[in-house]
């Protein structure tokens, strides 16, 4: 499909193990964001990327969380010695630029849970 | 600093009826306004934007929303609700100035709307 593809689609973990979770966005598109969406709440912004370069990472809540898109297309986000409270939905969307009109797309996102 | 509120949790309407799911925000410079749709375990679907221009904005499914910069509100609307609309709504919206959080969009907590038959 033409859509955003993210993987996997369920993640259950055991606290402290690393998870990485993945975002394949719609081709052509130079930036690709993350956001962490609580149970019962809306998506929170985690980082945001244009291309290859991280622009912003102020939503990341600790250093245990790391993302990264070395080719400007596939982005990885990282999570280190899971805690309960990573326990979300982790969506990732695309758009085809910063300064358009357009709106950002959206996966199914990655529903992590954490034991 | 950005940020959206939705007033209401849940919306219930009788299908054929109008609907209204409120939002309103605050942010400094021009709005950048959206409305998105998810279903259960779903991302979040587009459904509508504002940018600049008319106040009334038309989207996908025969939504619609009125942009309101006084009352600083972006509500959305539907003349006719089908039971298929049912689903959680959520009202964004992104600054325009320049900076780091460009891009970015900031979420309210969602409505669910329930359409009966």
């Known amino acids: 499909g033409a859509g955003v593809s993210q993987s996997p689609r369920y993640k259950v973990a055991k606290r402290g193990q690393d998870v990485a979770l993945r975002c394949d966005p719609i081709s052509g598109h130079v930036s690709l964001f993350w956001y962490q969406q609580a149970l019962g709440q809306g998506p929170e912004f985690l980082t945001y990327f244009q291309n290859e370069a991280q622009l912003d990472k102020s939503g990341l809540p600790s250093d245990r969380f790391f993302a990264e898109r070395p080719e400007g297309s596939v982005s990885t986000l990282k999570i280190q010695r899971t805690q309960q409270e990573d326990s979300a939905v982790y969506l990732c969307a695309s758009s085809s630029g910063l300064n358009t009109n357009q709106p950002q797309h959206f996966g199914d996102g990655t529903r992590l849970s954490i034991l | 600093a950005q940020s959206v509120a939705q007033p209401e949790d849940q919306v219930n309407v009788a299908e054929g009826n109008p609907l209204t799911v409120k939002c309103t925000y605050s942010v400094s410079g021009n709005p950048y306004l959206f409305w998105y749709v998810q279903y259960p375990n779903r991302g979040l679907q587009f459904l509508l934007k504002?940018?600049?221009?008319?106040?009334l904005v038309k989207g996908s499914y025969g939504f619609e929303a009125e942009f309101n910069k006084s009352q600083t509100s972006f509500h959305l609307k539907k003349p006719s609700a089908l039971v298929s609309d049912s689903a959680l709504y959520f009202c964004a919206v992104r600054g325009s100035g320049r900076g780091s959080t460009l891009g970015r969009l900031y979420f309210g907590r969602g409505t669910q709307l329930t359409v009966w038959p």
């Open positions: 504002y940018i600049t221009g008319d106040n």
